[in-house]
């Protein structure tokens, strides 16, 4: 008998989840920075928008959840888990926040480790890079859409 096959990862219950949470953390931080949102910016700079919308998740996560966390998996020590959580997640993700310290300021910087923690999550979940990269797109669409043309 083969063995189950993992759920495909659009119709797990966490990963609907984690869409859901996006547009929410969206409102508070509306709420919370009052940004004067220029929704309109990404029809005058539409390269911008693609590359941070679509080129550099990919990118990412090809290097962090793909390779990187790809290769703490190998190490026995790094697959224990703590909440769902893998040291392989844990670390990959602390690379990846530190990284963002260079072009972010320091509180934006450190909100990133909470989303680089589900996208390593549901990498380790479903054993494959394209739940992170839709995640990954998603989240950044929505954040640059909204605070990427706020003046």
């Keep these: 008998m083969p063995p189950p096959s993992p759920p ?5 219950k966490f990963f609907i989840l984690a869409l ?11 709420f919370a920075v009052r940004p004067t949102p220029d929704l309109a910016w990404p029809l005058r700079a539409p390269a911008r928008f693609l590359l941070l919308v ?3 998740p990919v990118l990412e996560e090809i290097v962090f959840r793909g390779a990187l966390q790809g290769a703490w998996r190998a190490r026995p020590h790094a697959r224990h ?34 989303p ?6 549901f ?3 479903h054993d494959s890079l394209a739940a992170p990269i ?3 797109i998603f989240y950044n669409a ?8 706020s003046g």
């Design 20 to 30: 859901m949470a996006a547009p929410v953390v969206w409102a508070l931080l509306l």
């Design 81 to 114: 888990a703590l909440f769902g959580l893998t040291l392989a997640n844990v670390y990959t993700s602390l690379m990846f926040t530190g990284l963002h310290f260079f072009s972010h300021p320091p509180l934006w910087a450190l909100a990133v480790m909470i």
């Design 8 to 12: 495909i990862f659009w119709k797990d």
């Design 142 to 149: 929505g954040f640059f859409w909204i605070f990427g043309g």
């Design 54 to 56: 679509l080129v550099y």
């Design 134 to 136: 839709a995640l990954h």
């Design 116 to 121: 680089s923690l589900v996208f390593g999550y």
């Design 123 to 125: 990498r380790d979940r």
